[in-house]
């Protein structure tokens, strides 16, 4: 079974427009984190944000926002006023600390959403 | 600069020919590891490494090799490529558990 599960395989939006990127989590662990990476169409993975599992605190950075919700085992991702800049794979993942050799080494990732963003 | 150094970028071989792939990092994390991404699967493990001499198999192990003789270097081995292993491969480190893991820029490989 997926540890990770992003539904959404493709999203497009018009420019300006609000986008949420769903992620379901599994884990059995109460110490965990989360993680979002940008996979542009350059290919380089870039780090988005780490969340850990006791902090339940949604996140603003500019444009993006993240909603971390433990009772729905749920890391969803919202781009506010989407651009062009913004097409690009988005990647959520999961590390399990207690994982045999997990560290940061074990990232679960799920299949990734491909969002596209019209001009 | 802070980075991991993945060589080389792109890499077109033919089946059952041994390569390497090297990885490189310079923030003397312990933690490396190999992911490969395939279209509509997302990233897996291949192989991590805690530190020095210390190497396990990740999701995919099979067909690659790898070795931590050095602290900065983590070099993947395929001995005898074959076409499946066609794929994106990502080097990545981080200093310790939980934290943000760091990227290398991806090797395009192709097995004919």
């Known amino acids: 079974a997926q540890k990770v599960t992003q539904a959404q395989t493709e999203i497009s939006v018009v420019e300006k427009e609000d986008v949420t990127l769903d992620c379901v989590y599994e884990t059995r662990d109460t110490t965990y984190y989360l993680f979002w990476y940008k996979q542009p169409p350059s290919g380089e993975l870039v780090f988005l944000i780490r969340r850990n599992s006791f902090d339940e605190q949604n996140e603003i950075s500019g444009r993006y926002s993240w909603n971390f919700q433990k009772s729905t085992s749920s890391f969803n991702f919202t781009i506010t006023a989407s651009q062009v800049v913004d097409s690009a794979v988005y990647f959520c993942?999961?590390?399990?600390?207690?994982?045999?050799?997990?560290?940061?080494?074990?990232?679960?990732f799920g299949r990734g959403t491909q969002l596209t963003v019209w001009p | 600069e802070a980075q991991v150094t993945q060589n080389p970028r792109y890499l077109i071989t033919v089946t059952g020919k041994k390569l390497t792939v090297t990885c490189s990092q310079n923030?003397?994390?312990?933690?490396m590891s190999w992911y490969r991404q395939d279209p509509g699967l997302g990233l897996r493990q291949i192989y991590y490494?805690?530190?020095?001499?210390?190497?396990d198999k990740g999701d995919v192990p099979e067909g690659y090799k790898v070795s931590r003789k050095e602290k900065r270097n983590f070099p993947l081995i395929l001995e005898s490529p074959s076409p499946n292993q066609t794929s994106l491969y990502f080097c990545?480190?981080?200093?310790?558990?939980?934290?943000?893991?760091?990227f290398g820029q991806g090797t395009r490989l192709t097995v004919v």
């Open positions: 993942a999961l590390s399990e600390p207690s994982d045999r050799g997990s560290t940061l080494g074990r990232l679960y």
């Open positions: 490494s805690m530190n020095v001499e210390v190497t």
């Open positions: 990545a480190s981080s200093p310790r558990r939980g934290t943000e893991a760091f």
């Open positions: 923030m003397n994390h312990e933690y």
